[in-house]
Nanobody
Framework: QVQLVESGGGLVQPGGSLRLSCAAS????????MGWYRQAPGKQRELVAS???????NYGDSVKGRFTISRDNAKNLVYLQMNNLQPEDTAVYYC???????WGQGTQVTVSS
């Protein structure tokens, strides 16, 4: 059974940092492009970042320079380091395995003073 399980969300003040993790199980995801999406209340789900097996990355314009995606292929783990968080980053963050259709359950990130 394939599962993507996110962790690391929470409440943080503006300017703070969080690190999200996504643990993939039930298959070999090392050859799959992995990514993070987010969805804020009343808004469409948007791509935050993606990463290939070889480490090539792509970022949404709103997070460039603040967020960093990385992965550990041997452990089927994907990370999202989020720095200088702002209130507009508040959303549910989802892990996604491209071309498989598998999503995680989401983890809430709230940026507020």
């Amino acid at each position: 059974q394939v599962q993507l399980v996110e962790s690391g969300g929470g409440l943080v003040q503006p300017g703070g940092s969080l690190r999200l993790s996504c643990a993939a199980s039930g298959g070999d995801f090392s050859f799959v492009i992995m990514g993070w999406y987010r969805q804020a209340p009343g808004k469409q789900r948007e791509l935050v970042a993606s990463i290939t097996r070889g480490g090539s990355t792509n970022y949404g314009d709103s997070v460039k320079g603040r967020f960093t995606i990385s992965r550990d292929n041997a452990k089927n783990l994907v990370y999202l380091q989020m720095n200088n968080l702002q209130p507009e980053d508040t959303a549910v963050y989802y892990c996604y395995a491209f071309r498989t259709g598998y999503w995680g359950q989401g983890t809430q990130v709230t940026v507020s003073s």
